[in-house]
């Protein structure tokens, strides 16, 4: 008789402890929730390895069509990217990765729906780890200065 009280309150306390923990989880998913729509949600990764918020590809380049800008931007591409991505932006840089050079290749018309300005900003400000891009945020860059560099890479791109 004693053996099954034993079972039968060893029962309780597994069932009492596992509604607790799920009561606690509860009460932190709502409010983990009711934060949550009160900030921006923060960017996460694609496939890819880039971090880029949904919104990326409607962000539109403050210096569009600035024939400043984009020899401003030519001008700290080479002093940013032309180790990598090479003069003519062809991914042939001294320092270009040889197995991702098809993917550090500016010139290619047929990404330009898949990277308007937006995308294009943050891959440079983000940058990802495989294949390496570094994230230009930590390399002293400004978002305008970013931005002047995706007016000139912008015009690397062949005509389709």
């Known amino acids: 008789m004693r053996t099954r009280w034993s079972l039968f309150t060893v029962a309780g306390l597994i069932f009492a ?15 983990a929730t009711s934060t949550s729509t009160t900030q921006a949600q923060p960017a996460r990764p ?8 949904e919104n990326a590809a409607d ?15 030519k001008e700290l591409f080479t002093k940013n990217c032309e180790r990598c991505h090479g003069s003519a932006g062809k991914g042939d840089g001294k320092d270009a990765d040889p197995d991702a050079m098809q993917d550090m290749d500016l010139t290619v018309a047929k990404r330009a729906t898949r990277n308007p300005d937006g995308v294009v900003f943050y ?13 230009f945020k930590d390399e002293g860059l400004t978002k305008d ?8 890479a912008q015009t690397l791109r062949a005509k389709q």
């Open 17 to 31: 402890g596992g509604f607790a923990a799920s009561a606690r989880q509860a009460t932190t998913s709502s409010t």
């Open 46 to 53: 694609n496939p890819n390895g880039w971090v880029l918020p």
């Open 59 to 73: 962000e539109k380049n403050p210096f569009a069509d600035d024939p400043k800008a984009v020899a401003a931007g």
């Open 123 to 135: 891959k440079v400000w983000n940058g990802r780890k495989k294949p390496k891009m570094p994230a």
């Open 145 to 152: 200065q970013v931005w002047q560099i995706v007016s000139y």
